[in-house]
């Protein structure tokens, strides 16, 4: 009878704790599928979008023409709740990513690439602050972070050499003629 007892109370127990509830009737896979296909299905219209933009190219050295087109890019994104990405801008400004890097490395100092080296500092703080709430995928934000421009990484490259000022290494011929010009090898 206590055994028995034991046994009701632990299942009175499991009912009352969340974690042992039964699931709800709702077909979760379905749901889920459905709302990552709407998901897609929104991306793929923002970026359709932004695609068309090509005929109409933002001239880079404009720097307020960019940041308009960036305000509504970023608004875009706000509605259809994207991640905003360079990828992104570099379609709504109508260039590759390719050409705005480009841009960027020609011109260091120009206002534009400034602004667009900000606009990467948002985007890979977004993508951080949605993999910290798990509103994102950490693996997919990790990599996102790493590719993002900003010298975000889990590992550094170090290059390791002799002393302050390494010279270069000498061969056996130059070693002896430094050593016949101050009067022969050392005993």
């Not at 490259?157 to 090898?185: M, T």
């Amino acid at each position: 009878m206590i055994e028995e007892e034991k046994a009701a109370i632990e299942a009175a127990a499991r009912e009352e704790n969340k974690l042992y509830k039964p699931r709800s009737s709702t077909a979760y896979p379905e749901v889920a599928e459905a709302v990552k296909a709407q998901k897609i299905s929104e991306a793929v219209g923002l970026h359709k979008a932004l695609l068309g933009r090509f005929e109409h190219k933002a001239r880079l050295e404009d720097t307020e023409a960019v940041k308009a087109v960036a305000n509504d890019y970023l608004n875009s994104c706000q509605a259809s709740a994207q991640i905003p990405t360079l990828c992104g801008l570099s379609a709504a400004l109508g260039y590759s990513r390719t050409a705005v890097y480009r841009f960027m490395s020609k011109n260091p100092y120009h206002e534009t690439t400034e602004y667009i080296d900000a606009f990467r500092s948002a985007s890979a703080a977004i993508i951080a602050q949605g993999s910290l709430s798990r509103t994102l995928d950490c693996a997919t934000a990790i990599f996102l972070l790493k590719n993002s421009g900003q010298g975000l990484s889990d590992k550094q490259e170090l290059e390791i050499s002799r002393g302050l000022d390494p010279a270069p290494r000498l061969s056996a011929a130059e070693i002896q003629e430094k050593y016949a010009a101050i009067g022969g090898l050392p005993d």
